[in-house]
C-alpha cells in the first residue's frame, strides 16, 4: 500500500506543477520556487511530517520536500540555538552545497547585471 500511496502523492504533486506550468504564465524557475515555499509552509505547520508518514518516498522526492527540509531543520535548530540556530539549521538537514549554491547564486545575481 506504502508504493501506492507514494506513486499518487508523488503524481499528484507532479500534475499540479504541470497543471500550473500548462495554464498559466509561470516559468519552470516560479514554480519550482512556488513548490519549495509550498513545502516550507506546509511544514511550518506540521502538515508535512504527516505526509511523509502517508506517502514515503513520494513526499520526500518532489521539490517540495526540499522547502519541507530546510524549514524543518531551521525550526529545530532555533529551538536549541535561538536565532543561530534559524541559519546553522539550514545547513544541519539539507546537503551544505544545495544551501551553498541558492546563498551565492543569490549574491552573484545582485552584483551582476545580465547581458540582454
Given at each position: ?6 506513486f ?38 506540521g ?34 540555538q ?18 551553498s ?16
Amino acid at each position: 500500500m506504502i508504493f501506492l500511496n507514494a506513486f499518487l502523492v508523488c503524481g499528484a504533486i507532479s500534475l499540479a506543477g504541470q497543471m500550473i506550468y500548462d495554464h498559466t504564465k509561470l516559468t519552470a524557475g516560479h514554480i519550482t520556487s512556488l513548490f519549495v515555499v509550498l513545502g516550507a509552509a506546509s511544514d511550518t505547520f506540521g502538515l508535512y511530517d504527516k505526509l511523509l508518514e502517508f506517502a514515503g518516498a513520494g513526499a520526500s522526492l518532489p521539490i517540495t520536500s526540499f522547502g519541507h527540509s530546510l524549514i524543518h531543520g531551521a525550526l529545530a535548530m532555533a529551538k536549541e540555538q535561538g536565532l543561530v540556530g534559524i541559519l546553522l539549521g539550514m545547513f544541519d538537514l539539507t546537503a551544505a552545497g544545495i544551501t551553498s549554491g541558492i546563498l551565492f547564486a543569490f549574491l552573484v545575481a545582485l552584483i551582476f547585471k545580465p547581458k540582454s
